[in-house]
């Protein structure tokens, strides 16, 4: 079954950076789109940037320019490199493979103070 496992949250402060990653199983191919989620205190859980299979990337509005994602494909691990932080951006990140029916890992807390 493909899983994955998030790490890297934390507590900073408003303009601090900080890098996710996501560990994902051995069914889970390099040529499976994955994205970066994130689920707000009392809010649905939206898609905020996605690794297609041929390098392509795309971020919702309220990151582009602040967040990157990145794959290494000999690790089979995803990264999210977020910088400029706001207090908006406190959220339980998640990841998975976009096109894959599995289920949702712990995620991993962001928490912004201003």
């Known amino acids: 079954q493909a899983q994955v496992w998030e790490s890297g949250g934390g507590q900073v402060q408003a303009g601090g950076s900080l890098r996710l990653s996501c560990a994902a199983s051995g069914t889970i191919f390099v040529t499976d789109p994955m994205g970066w989620y994130r689920q707000a205190p009392g809010q649905q859980r939206v898609l905020i940037a996605a690794f297609a299979s041929d390098g392509t990337t795309a971020y919702s509005p309220a990151v582009k320019g602040r967040f990157t994602i990145s794959r290494d494909n000999s690790s089979n691990t995803l990264y999210l490199q977020m910088n400029s932080l706001k207090p908006e951006d406190t959220a339980i990140y998640f990841c998975?493979?976009?096109?894959?029916?599995?289920?949702w890992g712990q995620g991993t807390q962001v928490t912004v103070s201003s």
């Open positions: 998975k493979a976009m096109l894959r029916a599995m289920p």
